[in-house]
């Protein structure tokens, strides 16, 4: 069975400032790898996503990732965030390649930034 | 061009009740699967639909059953409500052929008392 472990529930950082989110998981097959961000009362929107190919991983409002297949991590960071990321950020893993299939998901890590 | 609907957006229920939410997926989607977010933690998916059928599960008791309709629609029910099962569910839908970005709604916050 698959698990995704979010190593920090809560990370402070000062406005722009460089951010990483760490992630890492546990499967016995090829994985698919997904970060998503949920802002207050919201739902969830995916960031970026690595399904196969370049290890570095570019999403949206400048974040990136990299998949590191041995040491079973795929790291969100940021190189400069701004208020407006205060959010929470879920890591995901799927088995299967058609994205309709299910994703589990880590804890969360609540970024909170700081002027 | 619409998202992911989900409603009623907020409800309360108590505790032996049963509850239906509903999801409209995005359009072009055919494939709806539904998640449980317990306060503070992730999601959890509970059960995804396609072609009319429940084609995965997760693990969750039988109290929880759903349906998908023939234009693409789901309704999640939960029968038997307990305290814990208070929580925002979360409608995520998909196209079934290729690798598109999978689209959750705003959720359906469900509490009860």
């Known amino acids: 069975a698959q698990s995704v472990t979010q190593l920090d529930s809560q990370v402070p950082v000062f406005e722009e400032a460089p951010v990483e989110l760490r992630c890492n998981y546990s499967s016995s097959v090829s994985v698919y790898l997904f970060w998503y961000v949920q802002y207050p009362n919201q739902g969830l929107q995916l960031l970026l996503k690595y399904l196969s190919g370049s290890t570095l991983v570019k999403g949206i409002n400048g974040f990136e990732a990299e998949f590191n297949k041995s040491q079973t991590s795929f790291h969100l960071r940021k190189p400069s965030v701004h208020i407006s990321d205060t959010a929470e950020y879920f890591c995901a893993v799927s088995e299967d390649r058609a994205a309709g299939n299910k994703l589990t998901f880590g804890g969360g890590t609540r970024v909170l930034v700081k002027p | 061009d619409a998202g992911v609907t989900q409603s009623p957006t907020h409800l309360i229920k108590t505790r032996g009740q049963q509850v239906t939410l509903r999801c409209s997926p995005k359009?072009?989607?055919?494939?709806v699967s539904w998640y449980q977010q317990a306060l503070g933690q992730g999601p959890q998916f509970i059960f995804q639909y396609y072609e009319e059928e429940e084609r995965q599960r997760g693990n969750f008791p039988d109290r929880f059953s759903g349906h998908q309709f023939p234009n693409y629609s789901s309704e999640l029910n939960v029968n038997a409500l307990l305290l814990g099962d208070s929580a925002l569910y979360l409608c995520?839908?998909?196209?079934?052929?290729?690798?598109?970005?999978?689209?959750f709604g705003e959720g359906s916050w469900l509490t009860v008392v």
């Open positions: 995520a839908s998909s196209f079934n052929r290729g690798s598109n970005t999978i689209y």
């Open positions: 359009s072009g989607h055919d494939t």
